[in-house]
């Protein structure tokens, strides 16, 4: 891989690293995408974190990345990395999904749309952007404490009014915030 990217700047050589058959050139796209995936993050999230509710209830530390792929591209990652189990994802999002774990605390959910010509989040994630960092996931304690924060105290309107089943079990929320340059995709998430 050739040199790093410009602050918050994706490379999209950092995908096709993930199903590199070299295990140090996937660890090392993964932290890249990871990197940049949090940058963005804490560019668009720093004010919350001082709102001492909100940091006792989420944790800042390790956030997963969640990545946005073609199908082509989300088998052969798969492939790559020992054919992870797919998580199980509600019928009514449009998505396939598995985790990819890394030292360091790397963590990435690799994902991709059932129907990539059809209306759902991923396929028009993919449709307007291309494979790239999608979200940005925090674990939360009580994701509607959480969302009732950032709604009441920052202004951040919720993409759901109430958190929702996500995959494997668990209840989540979204939040499109603005940072400087792009916006990101936060999720809020609670274990089943």
Known sequence: ??????????RAEWIAGLSNTDGETR??????????????????????????EFARLCDRELPTV???VLPATF?????????????EVPPDQDASEFELQFEGGVSLDVLTSREPEGP?????????????????EFPSTDV????A?????????????????????TLVNFFLVGAPGS???IELYEGP
Not at 1 to 10: D, H, L, R, V
Not at 75 to 87: D, M
Not at 144 to 147: E, G, L, N, V
Not at 152 to 157: H, K, M, P, S
């Open 183 to 185: 916006k990101v995709l």
């Open 120 to 136: 759902g989040a991923i396929a028009r994630f993919l449709a307007r952007q291309g494979e790239g960092v999608q979200q940005v």
């Open 1 to 10: 891989m050739s040199g790093e990217a410009a602050s918050g700047e994706f």
């Open 27 to 52: 660890r090392a796209s993964a932290a890249r995408i990871a990197g940049c995936g949090r940058e963005r993050a804490e560019r668009a999230s720093a004010g919350w974190w001082r709102n001492a």
């Open 66 to 68: 969640g990545l946005a």
């Open 144 to 147: 509607s404490r959480a969302t």
């Open 75 to 87: 088998a052969a990652i798969r492939a790559s990395n020992g054919w992870p189990r797919l998580a």
């Open 149 to 169: 924060i950032l709604r009441d105290e920052f202004g951040v309107q919720p993409v759901y009014a109430e958190k929702t089943r996500g995959a494997d079990g």
